[in-house]
C-alpha cells in the first residue's frame, strides 16, 4: 500500500472523426477515415492530491475488428457500446493503486462486457479481444497520465518500487519474482530515432503512378516523401495473396528507393514487410523471401524484420511455425499479440519478435515488453495510424523501451489535418528531418502529451 497510490474519480470521454487525405489499403481493405477517441479522468491519491489525465487513440476498427459480415459502420458502433460500458466500469471502480494495478484489475471487465454486448446486440461476429484493448487503450493512458501529472513526475519515472507495490510476479507469474518493471524501462527517452514511413498498396511510388493527385501541396509519390522527410526506413504493405505482385512490388519499392537514396548521397536504408496477416501458410513466406532475395541480394539484406505474416489466431492455425522463415529474418506477432500467454505460444511457433502498440493499452504495452526481453525477442513499436496526442503516446513508448530500433508515424502521411494542433507544441516529432524524429522532448510531465492550448 503506497500512499502514492490512486483512486478514480471521475471519468469523461469524447470522439473526433477525421476523413484521410488519402486512402490507406492494408489486410486486403482500404480505409479513407478515422475515429479518435479522447478520454479525460479525474484521480484521487491517499493523501488527497488530485491529479487530471489525457488519453486518446485511433479506434482503428478495420484492423481491430475486421469482419466478414459486419460494415465498417457496424464494428465501429460496436467499438463505441463497448467504450460506453468501459466508461461506466472504470468510473465505478473505487480501490486504490498504481495505474497498471487499475487496469490490471479492470481488463478483465472490459472482456465481459464486449462478451456481454456481443449477445445483447446479436453481433454476427463478436467483439475481438483486441478490439476490446484498443477500447481501453485511451483510458488506461488517461490514467498513466494523470498519475504522472499528480506526482510531476514523466510516467516511466513511477514504474519502480518507490511507486509499485508488487513486482512483476504479481502480474506476470512465478518467474518473475524479484523483478520490478523499471529493469525493463528506460526513465530517459532516446534523444532522436529514426521513422519509419508507411508504403499502403494503393500508394505510387512515381509520378507515372499518381493517376489523380492530391493536389494539396504535399508530398504524392514515395520519391516525393523520400526527399522530403530524408526517410531511411520504408514499411512496406503487402497483399499476401499475390506471390508475383507481393514480390513485384518490393523490387518496385527497392528500385525507386535505390535511385532516390543514390541521389541523396545514401547508401544505408531499410525495409519492414507487413502482410497483415493475409498469408495463408509459412510456404509462401519462404518463396516470396527466396525470390526476393535472388532477384535483389541488397534489397533483402535491407529487411529488418517481417510482421505477422499469417492468421492472428496461432493456436487455431499450429501448423504456421515460422522457423525456417526466422532463420532468414525476425518474424514478429503484431495482431497475436493480446497477451503473456500468446508470447510464449509465439516463441514455440518459431516467431523471435513482438510489436507492441500503444493501442493495446500503456499497462499491456510495458509488461509484454518485460517479457519480451526477459524472452530475448525483438521488438518493435508498431502505429496504428496515430495523430495528435496517440502519436506522442506511441512515440513515447518507443524511445523508453530498450532495444526499439525506429518509430512508426502514419498519420502525417494519412491524416495530416489531425496533427495539425500539436506541431507548434511539438515540432520534433510532427515535422520529420533527416528521416529522424526527436524524441527527447517526450520526457516531460505524464506522458508528454500537454494538449494543444
Sequence with gaps: MKMTDVRIREVAYHYDDYLYRTPIKFGGVATDRVTILNVDVTLESRSGQIGRGFGSMTL??????????????????????????????????????????LTHALEPQYHQEAHRLSEELKLADPIPPLSTLVCASAFDAALHDGFGRLHQLNCYHTYGPDFMSYDLSHYLGGTYQGLTLDRFVNVTAQPT???????????????????KPVGDGGPETL????????????????????????????????????????????????YSLDFNERCQNVEYLLAFLHRVKEATPAGFDRIQYIEQPTARDLKANPENRM????????????????????????????????????????????????????????LCVQDLTCPGASLLHSAGLAAHIPGVAAIESNARQFVPIANEPWKERYPGIFVIRDGRMQTGCLDGIGLSTQQPS
Design 60 to 101: 482503428g476498427n478495420a484492423w481491430s475488428y475486421p469482419s466478414r459480415h459486419l460494415s465498417y459502420w457496424d464494428t465501429l458502433a460496436a467499438m463505441k457500446a463497448v467504450i460506453t460500458a468501459i466508461a461506466q466500469r472504470t468510473e465505478q471502480y473505487q480501490e486504490y493503486g498504481h495505474p497498471i494495478d
Design 323 to 378: 522457423h525456417e522463415a526466422a532463420k532468414l529474418r525476425p518474424v514478429v506477432i503484431d495482431e497475436s499479440l493480446l497477451d503473456q500467454e500468446s508470447i510464449y505460444l509465439a516463441r514455440e511457433m518459431g516467431y523471435t519478435g513482438v510489436a507492441l502498440k500503444a493501442c493495446k493499452g500503456q499497462s499491456q504495452s510495458l509488461l509484454m515488453a518485460a517479457v519480451a526481453q526477459q524472452e530475448g525477442m525483438f
Design 193 to 211: 530515432m529514426p521513422l519509419y514511413h508507411l508504403i499502403g498498396a494503393l500508394d505510387p511510388l512515381t509520378p507515372a503512378d499518381v493517376a
Design 223 to 270: 520519391i516525393d516523401w523520400i526527399n522530403a522527410d530524408g526517410l531511411t526506413h520504408l514499411k512496406i504493405k503487402l497483399n499476401g495473396d499475390d506471390l508475383n505482385w507481393d514480390v513485384n512490388r518490393v523490387l518496385s519499392i527497392d528500385r525507386v528507393a535505390m535511385e532516390t537514396q543514390q541521389q541523396r548521397g545514401v547508401s544505408q536504408w531499410y
